[in-house]
């Protein structure tokens, strides 16, 4: 079992949906839980961050995270083309240097 | 800002033989880190520095793959000899010591081995 499981998809969604994304892990000892963005030859960028469980906004974004059941999620609303992207979650704990697993990947495509 | 600088962007070698990859952290992160990352899937953690001290280097395949990072700044990791399971994108990412879950990355070497 991988420590961090993502769906790649791919997911296809028309222009104004709203996106769900999630993510499920195993190790408890999780506290960081982070999205990253990559479009296509580029490096991810941070998105966001969650620091244990609860909820964050960022405008369009929100990440949830419910460590009772290791299940995270970002939603989207409004999706935008320019959102067409490769979504990673990644979690970490601040011990250990926080050594930081990825899951895989979802690879988003919003239609016009 | 500058950002995480890598070089080179491409590189074609055929098995067997020798590549370096170069990495320059943004300016004041004491943190660094070289991830694998192939096609389809997530980035895997290679080896994390600390300055010059290294953190984690668990997943380096240790036999074929050496990294170093002289007077904590940039950072080099080199593969000898190169198989073709080798064949990724190497990202480079850097963060501050107490903000690891805030890493910056750059924009990767994609390596293909013939």
């Known amino acids: 079992q991988k420590e961090v499981e993502q769906d790649p998809g791919p997911l296809s969604v028309p222009e104004g949906a709203i996106v769900s994304l999630n993510c499920t892990y195993s190790?408890?000892?999780?506290?960081?839980f982070m999205w990253y963005r990559q479009y296509s030859r580029k490096g991810p960028e941070l998105l966001m961050y969650t620091y244990s469980s609860g909820n964050k906004e960022d405008g369009r974004f929100t990440a949830q995270v419910d460590k009772s059941s290791k299940y995270i999620s970002l939603f989207i609303r409004d999706s935008q083309p320019s959102d067409s992207a490769t979504y990673l979650c990644a979690m970490s704990a601040s011990t250990g240097g926080f050594k930081t697993i990825f899951g895989a990947g979802t690879r988003l495509f919003v239609k016009a | 800002e500058a950002g995480v600088a890598q070089s080179p962007r491409y590189k074609i070698i055929e098995k067997r033989q020798s590549v370096a990859f170069w990495c320059n952290p943004i300016?004041?992160?004491?943190?660094l880190y070289w991830y694998q990352q192939i096609l389809g899937q997530g980035p895997k953690l290679l080896i994390q520095?600390?300055?010059?001290?290294?953190?984690?280097d668990s997943q380096l395949p240790k036999d074929r793959f050496s990294a170093e990072r002289l007077k904590g700044v940039d950072s080099t990791l080199k593969i000898q000899p190169a198989k073709l399971e080798d064949s990724a994108v190497y990202l480079c990412a850097s963060s501050s010591q107490v903000l690891g879950y805030e890493q910056y990355f750059g924009p990767g070497t994609r390596l293909t081995v013939t």
């Open positions: 190790n408890s000892a999780f506290q960081y």
């Open positions: 300016s004041g992160h004491a943190t």
């Open positions: 520095f600390q300055n010059n001290g290294v953190v984690d």
